[in-house]
């Protein structure tokens, strides 16, 4: 086995063709969807390309398909939440600790 083939695959977004077949087997174009949700009739097919949340629900909206499914990769970069040290928030040898412990009795 190739280091090629152990690598794992990652989420794939749909092909930008797959999200407007879709569109169009819904009964929808991009252009209609657009003036449809009061944008101006190029607005969501920016969302095939860059990130755009708004256009990437009505699109998931008329597709009947969550957003995540269709876009996996620009969900992941933003609910994408660093794991840090848990650090205690009262230390006994902090001063605001000493001072609350005071106030306390």
């Not at 989420?11 to 949700?37: F, M, Q």
């Not at 009061?38 to 860059?50: C, E, I, M, N, P």
Request: net charge positive; glycine share 4%; no cysteine.
């Amino acid at each position: 086995m190739s280091a090629l083939q152990a690598v794992k695959k990652t989420a794939e977004d749909w092909h930008r063709a797959d999200i407007v077949a879709a569109l169009h087997k819904a009964g929808w174009s991009l252009r209609k969807l657009s003036e449809g949700a009061g944008l101006s009739a190029g607005t969501l097919k920016s969302a095939l390309d860059r990130p755009y949340p708004k256009a990437e629900e009505i699109i998931a909206t008329a597709i009947g398909v969550d957003a995540k499914e269709i876009w996996p990769s620009r969900y992941a970069k933003r609910h994408f939440k660093p794991v840090f040290p848990t650090i205690p928030l009262s230390s006994a040898n902090t001063p605001a600790a000493s001072r609350t412990a005071v106030a306390v009795k």
